[in-house]
């Protein structure tokens, strides 16, 4: 096998001692290893390690000044291997979880590697027409089965508290925010909704669920021949929630012009055959057996707010010179106008 590895700058390794952890504590895949790291991972760094026994992926906290509780891979670690235990939701299966950081210089853990289709244009230009709308109810109905999973069952009750879900991510993306203005600048727009998200949050909140955090598109794995999702990815900010809150994050993709993610404002849905956004919700309503989603608009506000603040902590990434990603820039870039759309969302909901 190949010695060559390939690191971006500033996540190297050394790979003699990650072969000799692995030779002790994940033995079936010992050295001689090859390392490369995938182009995404822009939060935590993760790297495709190839053995002589098969590939398995390996995912890290990034180096350097981190904010509290951010890049959580013991978590990470934690809900993959409750839901590969459950085999609902589809994962891959984490292997082992590693809390020494002399190892290869920070936390990390080790998951099978799955073979499948990433699209990362919701559009889905690689696919003909009558194939995109199959693809569209997997990733709804893959929501709606995590949504429907009761925490305690599987293992999760202690996953997270279970009330006040978006009054706590309020708080919390508003103290980042205010926390890396030095770095990544302020906003009018986003102190805006930061003061209005507060006082105007729904009187109540539907019962609580494992919530993915950033369910989207690019973050799932279909099977290579199938409108299958294989593996839901990168758990990184998933939590007991409102499961609610969470469908409206996902749902931004139909709100959103395609300035950090992909997106779907503005395009002919018919003409590429995919769903509309009020089709798209009533699947996911029949899943969950509900009527409507309430609060929808406001969850809208809050999602694009929370959005401007993961994109604003790339900002101040970008600027300490820690983003690992070669997109940050591109994020960063995104802050103002996410921040303006979710003023906008906010002000269309009539709530002064």
Known sequence: MSETHEFRPGLEFDVSVLESYFAVHLPKHAGPLRVRQFPGGQSNPTYLIETPAGSVVL?????????????????EHRVLAALA??????????????????????????MEHLKGRVFWDPTLPDLPRESRRAIFD?????LADLHNLDPAAIGLADFGRAEG???????RWSKQYFGDVEAAGRFESMERVI???????????PPASVVHGDYRLDNLMFAPDAPRVIGVLDWELSTIGNPHADFAYHLMMYRMPPVSVGALLGQDLDALGLPSEDEYVAAYCTRRGLREVPDLGYYMA?????????????????QRGTAVSPQAKRYAAAVETVADLAWKQAESTGLR
């Open 59 to 75: 995912r890290r906290k990034p180096p350097g000044v981190l904010l509290p509780s951010a890049h959580a891979v013991d978590r």
């Open 85 to 110: 235990r459950d085999g609902r939701v589809p994962v891959a299966r984490p292997l082992l979880m590693c809390d020494d950081a002399t190892v290869i210089g920070t936390p990390f853990y080790v």
């Open 138 to 142: 997997a990733m709804g109905a893959t």
């Open 165 to 171: 879900y978006v009054a706590r991510q309020v708080a």
């Open 195 to 205: 003061d209005w998200l507060p006082r105007h949050a729904p009187a109540s909140e």
């Open 302 to 318: 809050f999602c694009l707010f929370r959005m401007a603040g993961i994109l604003h902590g790339i900002r101040g990434r970008v």
